[in-house]
Structures are given as C-alpha cells and as structure tokens.
C-alpha cells in the first residue's frame, strides 16, 4: 500500500483501512432497514460511526508525517483499477466527518424522537448512514469518477433527511426541493468536467490526471473542464454566490441533520475542490491563479460581509446560523487564494475548527427547540438562564465562531490573517478582521435573547437528558481545547499544505 511497491497486497487487517472506512456504514444502512428495528437502528449507526471515526484516526496516525496510504481496491492497480488515496489532507477531513458523525447520533437518539414521525426513524438512521458514506467517500477515493458517485449517494440521501424536517415545518419539503433542484446541477457540472478531462486524458485516476494533463494549461478543454468542476462544486460547498440552498436547508432539516449538514457536507465539498485545484491541476496553470484572484478573493471578501450582514438581521437562530455558515466559508476559500502554504493551513484548519464550532451551536439550538417549539428569537428569551449547561456550550461556540482569542475560531483567523500579510495584502488582512466584527454583532444578539431578557412566566425548559447534553458539552470543550493545544489540528492541516502545494509531485505512483 505504498508508493514504492505498486504490487504490494493487502495482507494484514491495517492494510484495509482505507477501503473499511467506506464499506462499513454503506453495509450498516441496507442491515439496518432488513432488520427494520428502531433501537438496533440507531445502535448499528453508533457502532458503523464510531468505528469510522477509529479507522481515520488510525489512517491520521500513520500518515501526518506526509507519506499517504494507496491502497488497490480488488487488487487492480491504477490507473486502470480504483484507488484509495489516503494523505494527511484526506486523513484529517475524514477524521472530522467520522467524529462528526459520531457525535451527533447520541443528540439524534432523543432529538429524533421528538422531531420525526416514529415510522421513520429506521429510515432516518439508514440515511444517515448513506451520507456519511457518500461524505467519506468523496474524500478517501483517488478516483474522479467515484468522487462523483461518492456525491450523488450523500446528496440523495440529504435531501431526504432535509424533507425529514416537514414534521415539525412543511418548509422544509421546499428547502428539500431547492436543495435537490440545486445540488442537481451542480453534479451535473461536475461530471461535466470529469467527462471533459477523460476525453482530453483518457483516466480518471487523480494521481494519473494530474501527470497527463501537467503540461496543458494551454488546451481549450482543460480550462473548461476547469470551469466546470469548480463551479459544480462551488455550488455545494455553497459558495457566495451559489449559495441559495443553504439557508432553508439548514433552517427547516431536523436538528440532528442541521448539525451534521452544516458541519460536513460543505466541508467535503471544498476538500474536493483543494483536490482538484492543488493535485490535479496545480497553481502552474495561468488560468487557475487569474480564477482564485479575479473570482475567488471578491466573491470570498462578499460572502464575508454580505453574508454575516443578512446574519445580523434575522429572527430566526438557525437561519442566522445558516447565513453564518455562508461567511465562515468566504474566509475557507480566500485562504485557498492566498496560494501560499499558510494560507491553506489557514483555509484547512478552519474547515475543522468551523465544523466543532458550528455543530455545537446548531445542538443547542435544537435542545432549545426541543421545549420551546421554534428557533424563533422571540420563542428563546432567557433560555440560556432556564438551560445553563446548553447556554454555557452556546456561548463558548459563539465566542469561537467570532475568533475571540483562546477559541478554535481565534487560530484559524489568525494564521489567514498571518497568511494575507505575509503576500502584503494588508487590505485583506484589515477586512478579515473587520468581517469577524459584524460576526460580534450577530453572535452578542444571540447571548442578548439567551440571557438579557426575561423568560416567558410559564416556561418549564431545563437542560435536555444527557444524550443530548453531553455531545454539545464535548464539541464546546473542543472549540476551547483546540484553542490553546494545535498540535493536532494546525499541525495536521500544515502537513496537508504542504502536500497540497506539493502538486501533482506529492501525487506520482
């Protein structure tokens, strides 16, 4: 399973790593509907979670000194058979899908309950299953084409579990709708690209694409193929301005799902574009930089501010949450403008440490939903009294979603704040910090309504069971933990820079 013996067999149970990290949940969703029980449901989905959550961390472990894993599916060795490709960048987002994953089905046990009809809660654990799959699957393949496949097995079954959400709200049938109408054509330029690259190349191995296609950065084809793949993947990891389908999708979805979307599903999709931006067709290419420069820095600078503006306007906390998201993810893609190792360090840990951050924010909001009814600002006055431990993790989020300093949020701005000087764009450099302002005003609304005003008389909210409790308490834990200690987060996402930068080199058999 390394680069230096492309005839190595998989002998030993370690060797299989890569390809158990996918099969276990896709083969736990089908045995979960056959045997058709509601409580076995959810603990096969804890076990097939947990234990993709293990096998990336083993995989993180053998790989952060920058070497990778290729492992053979079937034995075929690439090009001509299907690889997974394991480095530190795939390691480190594959980690925090699976932990991600792991850690919302404890909330989901009590907060499907109450949210999703009982007929189909065995249904909402296979689907969950299956976009974990779909999710864990874009990022371990070194195939293109699987990418896409990968894509179409999470997004199917997202937007069933968004549409999951009419229960409580039939809106959310519509944001479903809108999703898929959206998600659709997104794919549909993906696989765009992917078609135009195999004709130009004639594989659809990762490794071997960005060797055929090295010196071609003057070929017609190639560019559009380019175009393509961003744009369809820029319109799902909701890219200002192809970000439309986020704010009901988010709003509207159960809150098991809102957590679990909002703190993977667009994560995968801007792995996928680091991917093929960086290993497949590399900075060398003249219309790639004029790309990040001319679309990436002003579309990222407007998600920025446009997006944390409508946040501060909203009344409904998911939603202001939802339009949150949109912002955090401007500052993703303008580290990956920046084109220089710290700015995609910046860009990769902050993948990460939005994805603790915000997960924990969309669990307390659910907890609050859970007595009050609705995300409503005027539904959740004084709950962070009546709800101390969920305030408590609520508001330790949101200081890291503002970057106050000792927060996760405080090292990913940071080192893109160190990233935009260090090309002496002092200009960005002042915006970031002037955009994680309008992020104080949105986030100080929310502690206002948790805590500054008074609850209804009657209101009998207390902290949500254990279950629930406990999973919000560690991820904001986490978003102060990986505020001080970095070793593992901005050490990881170092590595994967560097690998990153490295091109279609750090690729080669």
């Known amino acids: 399973m390394s680069a230096a013996d492309p005839h190595y067999v998989a002998k030993t149970f370690m060797d299989h790593l890569p390809i158990l990290q996918v099969v276990i949940p896709l083969i736990s969703a089908p045995l979960i509907i056959f045997i058709g029980n509601r409580k076995l449901a959810w603990i096969i989905a804890m076990i097939a979670s947990a234990a993709a959550f293990v096998i990336a961390c083993l995989m993180l472990a053998q ?46 046990y009590t907060s499907v309950k109450s949210e999703i009809p009982k007929r189909l809660h065995t249904l909402f ?23 896409f496949v990968f894509l179409e097995i999470s997004s199917l079954s997202t937007y069933v579990l968004v549409a999951m959400g009419a ?17 659709t054509i997104g794919a549909t330029f993906f696989v765009i690209g992917l078609g135009l690259l195999y004709m130009t190349t004639g594989t659809l191995n990762i490794a071997d694409l960005a060797d055929r296609i090295a010196n071609q950065g003057a070929n017609r084809t190639v560019q559009a193929a380019f175009t393509f793949i961003v744009v369809g993947m820029g319109l799902k990891a909701a890219m200002y301005p192809l970000h439309h389908w986020l704010p009901n999708a988010y709003t509207y979805a159960p809150s098991a799902v809102t957590t679990f979307l909002g703190a993977t599903a667009t994560k995968a999709a801007i792995y996928v574009l680091l991917r093929f931006m960086f ?9 790639e930089d004029w790309t990040l420069y001319l679309i990436f820095i002003p579309f990222s600078l407007l998600a920025m ?49 939005h994805g603790m951050t915000k997960a924990a924010l969309f669990m307390g909001v659910g907890a609050m939903v859970l007595y009050s009814g609705s995300a409503f600002f005027d539904n959740l006055n004084g709950l962070g009294r009546k709800m101390p431990f969920t305030g408590a993790a609520m508001v330790a989020a949101g200081l890291s979603l503002i970057g106050v300093p000792g927060t996760a949020g405080f090292i990913s701005k940071w080192v893109l704040v160190q990233a935009a000087f260090e090309n002496g764009w002092w ?8 955009s994680s302002l309008l992020a104080v005003i949105y986030v100080w609304r929310m502690f206002e309504v948790l805590y500054l005003t008074a ?11 254990l279950p629930m409790l406990i999973p919000m308490l560690i991820l904001a834990f986490a978003c102060i933990w990986f505020g001080f200690d970095t070793e593992l987060t901005l050490g990881s996402a170092r590595v994967a820079a560097e690998g990153l930068l490295a091109g279609s080199a750090g690729m080669a058999h």
């Open 455 to 465: 609850p209804a008389e009657d209101c009998t909210a207390t902290d949500p069971p």
């Open 167 to 183: 229960g409580k709200d039939t809106r959310a049938l519509t944001a479903a709708y809108d999703y898929l109408i959206m998600g």
């Open 305 to 353: 501010f446009a997006a944390s503006f409508v946040a501060v306007f909203q009344t409904n906390l998911k939603r202001m949450l939802a339009f949150s998201s949109i912002a955090q993810i401007g500052y993703m893609l303008l580290g990956i403008a920046m084109l220089n190792a710290t700015g995609l360090s910046a860009s990769i840990v902050h993948l990460v440490n």
């Open 63 to 108: 790989v952060k000194d920058g070497s990778f894993i290729s492992y053979h599916i079937g034995g075929w060795a690439p090009p001509l058979g299907i690889e997974y490709r394991i480095d530190a960048l795939s390691a480190f987002v594959l980690m925090l899908i699976s932990g991600i994953a792991t850690i919302v089905l404890p909330y989901a």
């Open 279 to 287: 290993s497949v067709f590399s900075p060398g290419f003249h219309f």
């Open 125 to 147: 654990y296979a689907l969950f299953l299956l976009c974990l799959t779909g999710l864990l699957g874009m990022v371990a393949t070194g195939d293109a084409f699987n990418v």
């Open 427 to 434: 200009i960005i450099a002042i915006a970031i910090m002037l």
